[in-house]
């Protein structure tokens, strides 16, 4: 919520601050025992005394690379302000909100994207003074819309010359709009294929079509298997989840000996959100005209307490393409849920990730102002933020289209791909400690609890990023390509 400080500075003249606390991480190198370097903190050098990994707070890693909340700040401190302007064709305003200083003749370079795709674009130079706004036309009419896409401008101002303190090119405001998109009907085709077969016995229910094959297990209630024209496809089917492992914002001040009952993971803990046990209440399946249906019911309870319900609705057409459609019903007692989604497990077989939503950078929902809608690709290995003190780390927000592998995914949903398990990453107190597994944990939330950071110390997440609703909705396509 980082945004909300900013805005109160420029809407408050008189009002100033905003200090980060901290610029850089603190760390320090140290080599286990297996030759493996890491960055080490409080604690770390038979120091009895310390603060564990609070001097791990800043902007910057040690070695100076960026955190994602460095480009978060960028974004939100930046001098230049952007908005549509009203008239017929495309038109924007941009303020300059440097006291002194006019624009240096820095390039604005515009796109249009019709669901992340670019279908128009220019350069302007900039001539703004210093606490002015200037308009500049862009187009003399709108681009023609298509009904069921996403419309958005991208705006980049760049240096056109090197500075003391960045070279030519660098980017110094970005900003992206979302521009009125076609209300419009979108006609979905009408499937015309024959149901796949189902078949069913006291154990499993079989679902096939020639190149697929899917099994549900009648005892979990998970898909035990899928494989398409002979190759297995999963190595564990999607579940529900609803835990992360903690931030450090999560944990606060808590330690082994001083628990602060206020702080996240005491609060999730407390409630067995770690620790729920499943069930499988119910697991029937139906042929439709074009499709098979299978319903699943979950219980989850601690300690013989009921806490959480779910319903799974898959529908899996003749192509094998499964359609999941999960209602989530949590207990009036329970605390904001980290995150309401699933996990499944994959074959490390590419290691290639593609997505349409917000990026390219790691980003969650209280912090995706400097993440724009786009379409981006990347290596497994780079959707993991690799912080000192592990976390949950990696989330992109707000996708409509994945692909991970050769498993396409659609829907709305937030994003995360690692080799490493929540577990793993829930017990890990340095980077060493990650074990890297031959798999690939793809995790899809219909809703994730924002990250908070007004401190480092108390549970500071803002309350329209919490999830405190008793009952939610989502749903999610997966196919294999």
Known sequence: SFNKYWQAFRDNPRLQGGFIWDWVDQGLTKTDSKGEKYWAYGGDFGDKINDRQFCINGLIFPDRTAHPSLLEAKKEQ???????????????????????????????????????LIIDSGEIVLDVAAQSTQTYNLLDTLPTQTAGHDYH??????????????????????????????CGLVLLQKPTEQAPELQQDNDYIFVSNGDFYIQFSRSSGLISEWQVDGEIKLLAGPKDNFYRAPLDNDIGTSEADNIDVNAWINRWQSAGLNDLQVNCSNISAYSLPHAVQVNVDFTYSYQDKLLITTQWQYTIDAKGAVNIEIQVEAAPSLPSLARVGLELILPNTDSQVNWYGRGPHENYPDRIASAHIGRYACDIEAMHTPYIFPTESGLRCDVKEAQVGSLAI??????????????????????NELIAEDK?????????????????????VHAEFLLQKKRYHYQVNLSFK
């Open 78 to 116: 930046q001098f230049y302000q952007f908005s549509l302007h009203n008239s017929d064709g495309l038109a924007i305003d941009i303020t300059n909100k440097n006291l002194f200083t006019a624009s240096d003749r820095e390039t604005l370079c515009w796109t249009v994207t019709e669901s992340g």
């Open 153 to 182: 401008l991208n705006l980049s101002v760049c240096l056109n010359q090197d500075k003391a303190w960045a070279d030519k090119g660098f980017e110094v405001a970005t900003e992206q709009l979302p521009l009125k998109s076609e």
């Open 410 to 431: 659609s829907g709305d949903f937030h994003l995360s791909v690692s080799r490493y398990s929540q577990q793993n990453v829930a017990q890990a107190k340095h980077t």
């Open 440 to 460: 690939v944990y793809l995790r899809l939330d219909g809703f994730h609890m924002g990250i908070g950071g007004d401190d480092s110390w108390s549970p500071s």
